[in-house]
């Protein structure tokens, strides 16, 4: 409490309250007329020199919060004090930042109350930043003191923090954009509107079932659930063969699951036309083999479901093995023992114990091919899906912007309708396996009903893969694909050339801005992605407190939501104070943070609704706080969790393409925004080239957090091919 | 509940912090022409007056989203290149600002009545003609007999063979639509687009994606602008440019300083740079092959010969205006897309 309270003065009195202009790492305020200037200038030197005196109401509530420092905590002034010191802060903050904006008051009824304020307000820097961090832990620590959650500090205020940076991140973007759906085009608010574009036919046509075509909605709903229950099963085929199987090559294998999500989007999407398209190698063999006109059939659903299964099972997968390696040994042990086949007991102990990761890795296989925008771009022909009728809703001739808040609309519809179907699914039952008892054993092999398709499907998909990825590295090295074959290293040097002077080694390829950019940007989201997604689940795991369902939906909401819509809504929010973070890296971070903060939520709750509780009792009992528990006994743990939350929030941030096309900018370009550009200049060499180097690049940095990260033993488990697995 | 402040704070930290407030000096650009030629744009100016530029590279209907979304408090300067259609756009939700250069005098008529049908926010800086190009190979490998003209591509042999953006996602397609109606008159230009429907096997979303298709082999004729079926035939791909024998429509290439510019006058500078025969004879030295706005200026040896093809008088104001622009695309919408394949 004390650190808070101190905090919140250092945040009050030393730092510039508004944000610095040269960045947030830029430190030249230093010795630049800090701290009087009044660009740099702290709150408190602000108002000793007159200026923005709606600043200082923010003194009292530091001044009284001081009066808790002698108090025992038991004490029930300690916590009044506290909370109200901490809430009285934290809102008035939050009021004067919406309130006065960049052009005086933001509210005509402000205007009315107070007249012209004549002046204006910067976004928050580092002081207001770190005040109100202050009041929002002191907030919460009176809360605790209250006695909620036990009176555990650790829990409500991480409860508090997520809150509010959940609210602040994804909350009031996407609530500023969805608004759209109801602004007429005089600006006045109407219900007529959303419903005109609603019951658009366009929407909700079902005009396939007799020959025509079918709304986007439609189309959406029927993909995203084919393609939902193609990855689970993929994934799950391939989680078995590596950890139930006598299967040699299972590191090979695992590579190659984990190449799609490492690749840029759209690559996959030119490969398979490359393969399958009207004069792809595999259809004009086909047909010159029957004697057949070949046809466009690539182009529409099919083609469109192909890349996005294969874009989209190394999710489930990763999803599915740390759950399939999770189920304990000794479950299937004891069902073995009590005489059943390995059938059965795959049937009736592994397979339902399964649960909670086939449900997650549907759910997220779902949602992706719903969010997914890359591949019905470049292979859905006249098949319209909702993602890209957004997008062209934005940025095409219509320029509607509410027409595109209405399809979001639909969209996250279908997406919390799947997220509560799977919930019921899963329903209260328990999953718990890793318990702190004994826990040794092997896990059976699979019976060999079932390890004679998984064997098939694993070795048909691995092998559709390899062809498609040499395809893409056949691509990189040819001078123009698909037209003049001929071998060259051009499109490397490039993107990629390096010249050594006497200065020193100087980037001269085309590609180095972006690509080290990438680098930087996805290297500063993965760890926090994975700490905000494991933390959150923890809370939803293992803690219950009111408002948890609000609370579940609301991280799952922008990673449900096209990056289009999440790009346009970060743009409205965050181009004006208080917070103002547009055109800087920050706000590429924060976006990969949120949009890809649910898969580490999604892996950290598959993983952890199969520890027992009573690890967490044991150490609770045995005199641990809740944070040393969850650091001691938790994380160790999931280590494949945050594995996988590591490896997809930097992946993602490295191939992210729809939210990043609005929010890149001069000097923060990324490398998917700048390929896009060389595709559409048609550079396909450079491109490929470009997005080959980022494949190898991410290999190598997945191999690297693996070890860092290190691998778990969950229980005193041999498993077969031991030598290999560890 | 120590280690968990640290890790708290720092990741509060990491995630917010503020730009705010301009400097001299410099000027942001945003840039919806090709890649390679915004870059030389942008550098070029920085060689010519010592001003920095920040370009970002983005196609016209995404920049158009940006500025709008940005308008509360506009962090771009100049909107330089892409079609007219945005531009127009813009002016008519003023989220562009009225200037007039002193170079107009220097520039085509077309140029200049695109500025005064938008109050002199917008100018035309280069225009490129509406036509298709086709695949050659794949002309000769159906025996399909070469098409010249608009009318050419109604006909039955031609059935799945034609690509052309859709008009509701894209502005070339719009363009397309616009100048069919320009050409034949409302009533027989809905007819020919009804005509070609029955021969269209996708539309697209990308304006240019149908002459990309058609280059990889992936589809015969696409309905482009011809100096993007020129760059195709450049970059190495079979693919040949038709100017349709009953004339065409065009589009303008537009410039806007936008409304609120932080750094205005940086903005004026580079806008009137950017109408200079020198700036725009960079457009040289990378493949664009549209005609540029100057009348000193020169035309790549490459493009399209602007004095063989016949223009139709493009009314931009009209078909600019978004009223217009939703009745047609509506009636498209009801009466052309709607129709059996």
Known sequence: MIFWIVAGWVGFCILPWYGVEDGFFAFEWLIDGYPFDEDYAPAAFLIGQGEKLWLAPLIIPLITSLFALRRKKSDPLYAKILIASGAIGFGWLIAQGFGIGIRGFNFEWLMALFGDLGDRQFGMGYGALLLASAYLFLFTQGIAARGAINGDVFVVSAIGGVIVIVTVFV???IAKMLLAAFITEEGGYSASVFASKFFDDRLWGLGCMSGARCGAAWNSLFLAITVGILTTVLGLVFALVVTRSGFRYKRALRALTVLPIITP???????????????GTVTQFFADLFGVQPTRWLYGMPGVLIAQTLAFTPIAFLVLIGVVEGVSPSMEEAAQTLRANRWQTFRTVSLPLMRPGLANAFLLGFIESMADFGNPLVLGGNFDVLSTEIFFAIVGAQYDQGRAAVLAMVLLFFTLSAFYAQRMWLGKKSYTTVSGKGDAGVHPLMPNGLAVPVFIAAGVWGLFTVVVYGMILYGSVVELWGVNNTLTFKHYVTAFSVRFEETGIRWTGAAWDSFWTTIYIAAAAAPLTAAVGLITAYLLTRQSFTGKNAFEFGTMLSFAIPGTVIGVSYILAFNVPPIEITGTGIILIVSFIFRNMPVGVRAGIASMSQLDKSL????????????????????????????AALVYSFVRAMTAISAVIFLVSAEYDMATSYIIGRVENNDYGLAIAYSTTLIFVMLAAVGLLQVLVGRTKIGRRTQFGAKEQT | MK??????????VALTAGVS???????????????????LMARSFEDATGIDVNMTRKSSGETFAQIKAESANPKGDVWWGGTGDPHLQAAEENLTMAYVSPMRDQLHDWAISQATSAGDKTIGIYSGALGYGYNTDLLAANNLPEPSCWKDLLKPEYKGHVQMANPNSSGTAYTTLASMVQLFGEDEGFEFMKGLHANINQYTKSGSAPIKAAGRGENTIGIVFMHDAVKQAVSGFPVKVVAPCEGTGYEIGSMSIIEGARN???AKKFYDWALSTDAQNLALEVNAFQVPSNTGAQTSPSAPDMSTITLIDYDFKTYGSSAERKRLLQKWDEDVSTLPQ
Do not use: H, M
């Open chain 1, 616 to 643: 967490d009792e044991s150490s609770l009992t045995l005199g641990a706080n809740s944070w040393q528990t969850f650091r001691r006994v938790i994380l160790p743990l999931l280590k494949p969790a945050i594995l």
């Open chain 1, 265 to 279: 989007p759209f690559v996959i999407g030119l490969a398979l036309i490359l393969l399958f398209g009207l004069s």
């Open chain 2, 264 to 266: 205005e006058d940086e």
């Open chain 1, 171 to 173: 909350f009031l973007p």
């Open chain 2, 21 to 39: 407030a301009a400097q001299a000096d410099k000027l942001t650009l945003y840039c919806s022409a090709q890649e390679d030629w915004c870059q």
């Open chain 2, 3 to 12: 280690k968990f402040s640290t890790i708290a704070v720092t990741s509060i």
